[in-house]
């Protein structure tokens, strides 16, 4: 069933064209503009390029597959009745959660891996100085979006609504996360705001581990609590029919 849900994924050339472009067009755009790539004083001797736009397109394409792609997917196999049907047969729809999951998942470390190989080989990027810390800040951002989409797609009904509530969730994060502005030129209060919410923390906890220093506890501790509220709501109000 995994290998299906591939196929289905890839068929459809708006989705991994999205999710691809998006993050390495950040890249190489910002990676071309003069001084991204060089030390600053404002990102502690670090460049931009590396501690900043990297940060922000991986944690970028994490929100992307998992609040929006995601539970569009599952809402439309409500939608069309797919889940009911396989609620009838020796298929449980479990299987169909796991493989949705495993083939989003996939698809974000691909395009990790591509974002960080070309920022590096293309661009003379440096990669996170804390790789650790780089690694566990992406596992635990991608639990909480994912966690996020999938308490979505527990509560819409059709495809378009889970498009819509997944503009409505997304969006706000970008604001408040700090992408459109960095956590460093918000207001005290908006800081704070932006390590709780899972794709501000995501970033900021990327931020700091590809600076070399350890992610804030605030960032990992709201990334694992969304995780489970999210997982225990979606769990409480998923339906298959």
């Known amino acids: 069933m995994t290998a299906v849900e591939a196929k289905l994924f890839l068929r459809d050339p708006g989705a991994p064209a999205t999710v691809l472009g998006i993050p390495l067009a950040l890249i190489l755009v910002f990676g071309l503009i003069p001084g991204m790539k060089d030390p600053s004083a404002q990102f502690g001797g670090q460049s931009p390029l590396s501690t900043l736009i990297a940060p922000m397109a991986v944690a ?21 009745g797919v889940l009911k049907r396989l609620s009838a047969s020796p298929v449980p729809p479990a299987r169909l959660l796991a493989a949705q999951l495993i083939v989003n998942l996939v698809a974000a470390v691909v395009v990790i891996l591509l974002v960080v190989g070309v920022g590096r080989i293309a661009l003379g990027m440096a990669l996170p100085k804390n790789p650790g ?25 059709t495809a378009r609504a889970a498009n819509g509530i997944g503009a409505l969730v997304f969006f706000p994060m970008l604001a408040l996360g700090g992408v459109w502005v960095p956590k460093e030129q918000l207001p005290v209060f908006l800081q704070h705001v932006a390590d709780v919410l899972p794709l501000g923390a995501t970033i900021n906890a990327l931020r700091e581990t590809a600076a070399g220093h350890a992610p804030e506890l605030l960032q990992l501790g709201s990334m694992a609590a969304v995780t489970v509220v999210c997982s225990v709501l979606a769990a409480r109000f998923f339906r298959w029919e």
């Open 60 to 80: 970028i394409v994490i929100a992307m597959l998992a609040v929006t792609l995601f539970p569009a997917a599952l809402a439309g196999y409500r939608e069309k």
């Open 133 to 157: 810390g780089f690694a566990l800040s992406v596992a635990l951002g991608a639990a909480a979006l994912f966690s996020v989409g999938l308490l979505v797609a527990a509560l819409a009904p």
